[in-house]
DNA sequence: TATGAATGAGACTTCATTCAT
DNA sequence: AATGAATGAAGTCTCATTCAT
């Protein structure tokens, strides 16, 4: 039994099941049943984990989002010029969803959800999100960098466009070579930056 | 008994409900008890109209997007420059959810559902936006209108930012005065054009 | 509108539309929706010549089985050998069923159902065959036509094994040729009369 | 705790109740909600331990069938005179509705059930028996044991007639004597093997 | 900690029947 | 006499959750 870290926690394999049905399937279309079954757990042991399935949803998110919070107070604390931390925010984001396109899913397809139990949380992580994109257009108006417009309606107009494409990207309907994950940040923080008008 | 036009059929008391129902609480979250509650009506009487609860919202998606597909269709033909093409989907676009927020707010929360058995075919009608303006632009830069980029990836992009300020729009959580809604698809556009680039 | 006589009345039209799904798919299985489809004429119309569901497959009960029960009651006034009457019997039995096979059918579906609301009348119709048979036989045994047997039990023991040939014959597991239908009768007689021991 | 082996198993209860209400009350007229209240588990419970109504009917009627299968079949490899054979079947059939007599009401009344999810299996099992009785007689007819007659159509006329007679003595149609179930089937099968016509 | 049988509220849906036209 | 929209009770079945082992 010495634990060859080969092995499992049994809160992983719940944890790996629910990713993997909730973004999937969906969380309502998800029974506690199939969880059991993906997990290969007992239904009841999924209890002694969680306190009910809309904890497990809000778990998931949680993590989704609480990586993404560290590095965005850490960017708003750098005084790094705004297309910068732009690209640096686009980057993290595409490695998170690289890295793990099942969590990734299941986040981008929470977004949109009314009024849910779990929802409310979800918004105030979200809304962290914005208002960290919201500060720094503010921000780049004041010293210039960005043109004059209303920063959370830019914010927002950034957060939907990229969910969109990273979205549509892991559903399989955008090739995304090898090449546009590597470069991808960069060409997209331009698209965003330059508008796209030819400068021709 | 003489009709005053002022009485709602049934079947307009079946999906006045159903918008504001599946768009506020969701479409899992409303029961066909709620939906008969609200609308005024026996449960059966709901079935006497539609085949199953997945038609109703079918029927609501149909309805919301088939409007858009004429006008695309309309713009599609029409030689008009790529920019004012935007501008023109834009305008169309706010004005509709404007016309009827519920609405738009009900096919908005399903863009990111995964699976369900009505998604298959509110991807079909949605691809049909994504593929015009992927078309719009992959002319545009063959017209040299439009800087080089990946067609599609922009199609997306400009989807994701205009779901997503309008759905946060009806959220209430941009106030969206008179103003904008009179200016916002010119600015929006600018914004788009040009980028958030100062061009100082 | 002068009627040509091709046309069915209404009452018609119901009630062979009944025949055909009740003994097809069941009583239970047709809903007044199919019978209505079925019969071309609107649910509410059957209501106009029948008091409820149960009334309807009543009808076709008592039809069935008053048109049996005639000639029995003739043959029961006749004072025939008990095998020609035994014959005569089954030949006409056998004369019904082909001329109406459904109706038939249906009869046969249903003299195995328990406790339904008809299924009272039903037996109170279908007893008189036993009792027929019954006092047939005791008739016979006292006259010593037939061999000293329980005159009951061997009422339902014939009333069953034309039945069940019946209704596999309808059903399609017995091929019944021309000449089966033709001499049926008579050989099922010889069959019932003098057993299945060979007189080598 | 000690089990005393007089308590039921969930299984069996809900078993008891399915024979007991399906054969007095019959399928369609049972709810699950009579089932489990007759069973004295939840609702929920049966779901647990079949998959829909129609499992619970298949399953009776497969318990039932299978019993019979298997003494047929040994009958079958056996090389017993025709008529030993005839008394054989008969005694098993009685004993068994004899031993359980709901059980054996219960297939009784399932044989003239048109078109029901589960009456394709029911009849693939009914059909062996009408199989192995043909068989029986067209061998018979062969050996000379048996008189010259189409054997197919003898062995549904057998089954109808054991079946109507088992039957209507189970719903008390027939006063059957402790003397009449031992010397039932002697007398029964002396009255198919010598016909009902008088010896003298 | 882990199990899975048991629970019962509540979901969707059907369907015989009514009634205004 | 004929229609069919409307009704709502009752049906089957699902599922998150509990609890004795």
Same mark, same amino acid.
């Given at each position: 039994?010495?634990?060859? @870290?080969?092995?499992k926690t049994?809160?992983q394999k ?16 998800? @029974? ?45 604390? @750098? ?48 809304? /962290? ?18 043109? @004059? ?29 090898? /090449? ?12 965003l930056w ?7």
């Amino acid at each position: 039994m010495t634990d060859t @870290s080969k092995e499992k926690t049994t809160e992983q394999k719940i944890e790996d099941a629910a990713v993997e049905l909730f973004s999937n399937k969906g969380f309502h279309e998800t @029974s506690m049943r199939d969880l059991a079954a993906e997990a290969g757990v007992a239904i009841g042991t999924i209890y002694h984990h969680y306190e009910d399935k809309n904890q497990i949803m809000l778990k998931m998110i949680r993590r989704a989002l609480e990586e993404r919070e560290k590095t965005i107070q850490e960017l708003n604390e @750098s005084n790094l010029p705004v297309k910068w931390q732009l690209e640096k925010v686009l980057r993290m984001h595409l490695e998170r969803v690289q890295k793990n396109e099942t969590r990734g899913k299941l986040v981008l397809n929470q977004l949109r959800q009314p009024n849910k139990a779990f929802q409310q949380e979800f918004n105030r992580l979200y809304d /962290e999100l914005a208002n960290y994109l919201t500060n720094l257009f503010q921000r780049g108006i004041e010293t210039g960098e960005v043109t @004059s417009c209303n920063p959370r309606v830019a914010a927002y107009a950034l957060l939907g466009a990229v969910e969109t494409v990273t979205l549509k990207a892991v559903a399989g309907k955008l090739e995304l070579t090898e /090449e546009f994950l590597d470069n991808g940040p960069r060409q997209l923080t331009n698209l965003l930056w330059h508008g796209i008008e030819s400068s021709n």
